[in-house]
């Protein structure tokens, strides 16, 4: 939204305004804030609370997700069950994400983070209380896992649609870079790091503590949702307010908005359908976030049969695949700018099946040759393993960054948006079915390296198809393309005629 047109506020509410001033000089709460450096931005004391209150949420919710599926994994046992956590957080995205964004800009955006964060830590304790009541219990664990994502669905619109309300348009594209970094951080910070520690220290603690290490967790997530609800109740609720004038009448209610809302999504599919290319690429970007799901999915499954640590380590694999990831986003903008699009992506799909059946056969070779020797403690075992789970992050991103890029370059501005939401839609109609069919059939032969052989397949079938078509379809818009120059070079001959 654009902060420009506002009213100059204060801390203690709006300030009155010079009456002898034109619209165009009146200066918005963003305007105060100097300079258009990190430093700066930093200093800005209100973008800095929705900041902080940004790493902390995420950073809760990857906590909240690696304590879930450990904990799945330890009392079940079983890969379906674990993808079902997995599910019950993504079906959300896929029913009401883009419903969602189109509400979020229609109300108070302060009252939607303050209430967003009340409800995740109230269901944050209330996860404390269903696992002291029953650990194995499910059905409640996946109500309360889709009922914190749901809420996800609105907080996430509501924070970035106020980021421009507290910065000054200058400063815009640094604030958005802070965000978009400490996406990444609050990743490695609640998968890595918050997560695993506090599962894995909290059994070393004297009773009764050492007893509910889920428990401490959870708890602590709930703590520090209520953090945020301090840190966004410090901001004045006039700074993050969409005035009327602002708007240009965009944010009116509509008379039948559940069918605007439909209306707009029903088009967007429309104009992606109509675009192959488009397609093709939102599919291949999707393509490396169901490749993400199933390494969560069966992470902690992973280590006990790798490696015969228990599922709290799950973090052992989520390390170097992760440092793979850091890794590929610096260096695939700069293979892209020398290797076509078709190769790079197609050496990524290519490295992501090699590095997955790698694994697989790496763990079959070792187990039937080496006999009674303890191979899970040798350390070129243990190299070989993560090492071509580091390689698989970087080959992600060699999937994830070109493909999207075309999605921004084939897309137009107007739509641009509504685009994105919808390959989080797509995103998640596919991980859905995908987690549990390979989620059911690993349980079926008790090998979690079953899981990491159909992933392999998957993609490298899938993956092959869009190569294939994507190829065709750039072929076919070529010769359109070379067809219409011609037409448009007879023209005048055919004047003349």
């Not at 105060?32 to 902390?56: D, H, P």
């Not at 397949?457 to 190829?471: D, E, K, L, N, P």
Request: proline share 6%; glycine share 8%; with cysteine.
């Amino acid at each position: 939204m654009n902060a420009l047109g506002g009213e100059k506020l204060t801390v203690n509410g709006p300030a009155p305004v010079t009456p002898d001033l034109p619209p165009k000089t009146r200066r918005s709460p963003a305007d105060s804030e100097g300079g258009t450096g990190y430093k700066e931005v930093l200093q800005n004391r209100k973008f800095l609370r929705l900041w902080t209150a940004q790493i902390i949420s995420q950073t809760n919710m990857n906590a909240a997700n690696y304590g879930l599926i450990t904990l799945i994994a330890t009392e079940s046992r079983s890969l379906t069950a674990t993808a079902g956590a997995i599910v019950a957080f993504s079906l959300p995205a896929l029913l009401i994400g883009a419903p969602a964004g189109v509400l979020v800009d229609r109300l108070d955006r302060r009252a939607v983070l303050l209430v967003s964060n009340i409800l995740r830590g109230l269901a944050s304790l209330a996860f404390v209380v269903f696992l002291l009541l029953d650990r194995t219990a499910l059905l409640p664990i996946y109500a309360l896992t889709f009922f914190i994502s749901m809420v996800g669905q609105f907080f996430g619109p509501a924070e970035g649609a106020a980021i421009p309300k507290l910065v000054k348009p200058k400063s815009l594209m640094n604030a958005l870079a802070l965000f978009n970094i400490t996406f990444t951080v609050s990743q490695a910070l609640g998968l890595i790091i918050i997560g695993p520690l506090v599962l894995l220290t909290v059994p070393l603690l004297p009773r009764p503590i050492s007893q509910y290490p889920a428990e401490t967790l959870f708890l602590l997530i709930a703590a520090l949702y209520f953090v945020c609800v301090w840190l966004i109740n410090q901001i004045p609720a006039d700074d993050l307010r969409t005035k009327p004038d602002e708007s240009g009448g965009r944010n009116r209610r509509p008379e039948r908005p559940w069918m605007d809302m439909w209306g707009a999504i029903t088009q967007t599919m429309h104009y992606v359908v109509k675009r192959p290319l488009l397609t093709i690429a939102l599919f291949q970007l999707s393509l490396a976030g169901v490749v993400t799901a199933v390494i969560a999915m069966i992470a902690p499954a992973f280590v006990g049969y790798y490696f015969g640590l228990p599922a709290a380590s799950a973090a052992l694999v989520f390390i170097p695949a992760g440092i793979g990831l850091v890794l590929g986003a610096a260096i695939t903008p700069r293979l892209a700018r020398h290797i076509r699009y078709t190769r790079l992506v197609g050496g990524g799909i290519a490295l992501v099946v090699a590095c997955a059946l790698g694994i697989a056969f790496t763990r079959f070779y070792t187990s039937t040759t080496w006999g009674q020797y303890d191979w899970t403690r040798d350390p070129w075992y243990y190299g070989l393993v993560l090492g071509l789970t580091f390689i698989l992050g970087v080959a992600l991103d060699l999937i994830n960054v070109p493909a999207q890029a075309k999605m921004q370059e084939l897309s137009e501005d107007y739509i641009k948006g509504r685009v994105l939401a919808l390959q989080i839609m797509a995103l998640n109609a596919i991980t859905i079915p995908v987690i549990l069919i390979i989620g059911y059939v690993a349980d079926l032969t008790k090998m979690p390296s079953v899981a990491v052989v159909l992933l392999a397949i998957f993609v490298g079938v899938t993956g092959a198809v869009s190569m294939f078509a994507w190829v065709y379809f750039s072929r076919r818009a070529e010769r359109q393309t070379l067809a219409h120059a011609g037409v448009e070079a007879r023209a005048p001959e055919s004047v003349l005629d």
